[in-house]
Antibody
Framework: QVQLQQSGPGLLKPSQTLSLTCAISGDSVSSRSTIWNWIRQSPSRGLEWLGRTYYRSKWYADSALSVKSRITVNADTSKNQFSLQLNSLTPDDTGVYYC??????????????WGQGTLVTVSS | EIVLTQSPGTLSLSPGERATLSCRASQSVSSNYLAWYQQKPGQAPRLLIYGASSRATGIPDRFTGSGSGTDFTLTISRLEPEDFAVYYCQEYDDSPPWTFGQGTKVEIK
């Protein structure tokens, strides 16, 4: 059974950088049939897909336009985990952040396993 | 980007009753790449339905998804106590960004 375990700080100040990690068990971050995603949820934005990384002979990553200039999603194969970095935080980035696994091909946007969520609060 | 609009915002029903939730897309969702998730307080969303009508692993058959094009429905035939939650639709058509509806809360009447 796939399990995703998130870690990272929950309270940050404006202009700081958010760093979250998602440790994977029961699957490999380097799998060629899965995609690793970050999704956030807030009262103002609802559920919002942020970005992803995946391996297909080389590493790929892409992200939502709303955060494209501020986000980095990458993988650490030695630890079988992937991470999210979001810089230049504002209070509007407050919300619950989830990591999630998707399949490939037609299931690339279908999130069948989720982390437990991390509440991130951006406040001075 | 496809915009998904769910209705109603809140559904107040009693256990044993039938729940009908709607999800309307701003443009046609090709190949019915439409999913439904259930979320309980303090938990991550759980995948219920994919491909508009296929149940995910372990999902009871009281959950039924239907629809095509721009109009989709999630029906819960007889509500069990554990079904009271918030339900989201999501399109996974083509390429990112994928979008979610704003949710329908099913609450106990």
């Amino acid at each position: 059974q796939v399990q995703l375990q998130q870690s990272g700080p929950g309270l940050l100040k404006p202009s700081q950088t958010l760093s979250l990690t998602c440790a994977i068990s029961g699957d490999s971050v380097s799998s060629r049939s899965t995609i690793w995603n970050w999704i956030r949820q807030s009262p103002s934005r609802g559920l919002e897909w942020l970005g992803r990384t995946y391996y297909r002979s080389k590493w790929y990553a892409d992200s939502a336009l709303s955060v494209k200039s501020r986000i980095t999603v990458n993988a650490d194969t030695s630890k079988n985990q992937f991470s999210l970095q979001l810089n230049s935080l504002t209070p509007d980035d407050t919300g619950v952040y989830y990591c999630a696994r998707a399949g490939s091909g037609t299931a690339a946007g279908l999130f069948n396993f989720w982390g437990q969520g991390t509440l991130v609060t951006v406040s001075s | 980007e496809i915009v998904l609009t769910q209705s109603p915002g809140t559904l107040s029903l009693s256990p044993g009753e039938r729940a009908t939730l709607s999800c309307r897309a701003s443009q046609s969702v090709s190949s019915n790449y439409l999913a439904w998730y259930q979320q309980k307080p303090g938990q991550a969303p759980r995948l219920l339905i994919y491909g508009a009508s296929s149940r995910a692993t372990g999902i009871p058959d009281r959950f039924t998804g239907s629809g095509s094009g721009t109009d989709f429905t999630l029906t819960i035939s007889r509500l069990e106590p554990e079904d009271f939650a918030v339900y989201y639709c999501q399109e996974y058509d083509d390429s990112p960004p994928w979008t979610f509806g704003q949710g329908t809360k099913v609450e106990i009447k």
